[in-house]
């Protein structure tokens, strides 16, 4: 079973447990990282490996502060994800997370709405790039061509 992160899958042999592997780049050879409760924890592993392998520039399955990558390689990743077009609010709606991307056609800001996860606010950023800009959007998840 296929999910919508880099380098995971959810087995049925081993009780639906998300799985993690990665390519090594030397070598060729995959690599297993460990099963894993939910599909966020395997991605952050998968994450974590890349990030050792091919440094803080590698595509990942979220978004990390360089200077915590930079200084801390092989942590179990920073706790607080950074999603492309999201941002924790401060002042009116303390707690939550907003989210706005830029209209490719008029270059002004949209605003999408107050969530209450960082997560909730980067799917609906990403639902609006993929609106904007089609299947080939920079989006904070992986998602399969067949569900656009």
Known sequence: METHYRGVRKR???????????????TRKR?????FDTAEAAAKAYDAKAIEFHGPKTKTNFIY???NIENNYNSDIIMETHYRGVRK????????????IRDPKTSK?????????????AKAYDAKAIEFHGPKAKT??????RDM
Do not use: M, Q
């Not at 609010?89 to 706005?100: F, I, P, T």
């Open 12 to 26: 049925k042999r081993l009780g639906g447990k998300y799985c993690a592997e990665i390519r090594d780049p030397e």
């Open 31 to 35: 690599i297993w990282l460990g099963a």
């Open 65 to 67: 502060p360089l200077h």
């Open 89 to 100: 609010s401060k002042k009116r709606l303390v707690g939550k997370y907003g989210a706005e």
């Open 109 to 121: 800001r949209v605003w999408l709405g107050a969530f209450d996860t960082a997560e909730a606010a």
């Open 140 to 145: 904070n998840f992986i998602y399969p061509l």
